[in-house]
């Protein structure tokens, strides 16, 4: 009996003792965390995106020259091949209006390929009175004021201008001399009076074709009220 009881106790013992035991938890090596930490921080790398350019795609300007607007000066180079607009702008006025005279009466040269090229038309006279055709211009009243300056220009300024001025009541009588008779070089406008007729006689120097490309002379009608 005692046998069987030392053989119990003995069996007891060793199972108490076994289960008693833990199995140390081995701490990460330092390589192994090192290892661990560089794969996270390449793993956030390679997840991370890029920020996207919030700048829209840069747009190129060509060397083309921009087309002007009509009564501003135009690009240096352009070549008139017929008599372009007039342009008279009120120089007291707080809003940008223009009047638009066209040329019934030019004589007119362009160089093309090396060669000149001419041409010529023949209007009425500025007082005849099938001539007209055209809308008056009104002019604006300013007080103690009994002419308005009209500043004169063009796609390629004239080299001159020539204004002359009748009376509308010579209307009909195309012998009657003009009352006055201005030449604008250097600063280019005309003092308008109301119910007038007037002749704006533009010139671009013949001397100046072969460098400028063209020349010739053109006279534009303008009534006033």
């Known amino acids: 009996m005692k046998k069987y009881f030392w053989i119990i106790a003995v069996v007891f013992a060793l199972t108490s003792a076994a289960c008693g035991v833990k199995k140390p938890v081995e701490a990460p090596s330092v390589d ?28 190129e300007t060509s060397g083309e020259a921009v087309k002007e607007t ?3 000066p135009a690009e240096e180079g352009l070549i008139l091949t017929s008599a372009p607009v007039l342009y008279l702008s009120n120089m007291l006025s707080s809003t940008w209006n223009r009047t638009e005279l066209h040329s ?18 023949c209007g009425t ?7 007209g055709g055209q809308d008056k211009l009104k002019l604006p009243e300013y007080n103690g004021i009994d002419f308005v300056s009209y500043a004169v220009s063009c796609d390629v300024s004239p080299d001159r201008i020539v204004i002359r001025e009748w009376d509308a009541s010579e209307e009909g009588n195309i ?12 600063t280019l406008f005309a ?33 006033t009220e």
């Open 32 to 59: 192994a965390a090192e290892t661990a930490s560089e794969t996270e921080d390449d793993t956030q790398e390679g997840d991370s995106t890029p920020e996207e350019s919030t700048q829209g795609p840069v747009e």
């Open 70 to 72: 009509p009564g501003e």
């Open 104 to 121: 019934g009466n030019y004589s007119w040269s362009y160089m093309e390929k090396g060669e000149t090229v001419s041409m010529v038309a």
């Open 125 to 131: 006279h500025p007082l005849d009175e099938n001539s």
């Open 175 to 186: 012998q009657a001399e003009p009352d006055s008779e201005t030449v604008c070089e250097e």
């Open 191 to 223: 003092d308008l009076k109301p119910d007038k007729i007037y002749e704006i006689t533009a010139e671009w120097k013949e001397e100046l074709l072969e460098e400028r490309g063209f020349c010739g002379e053109a006279s534009y009608e303008l009534r």
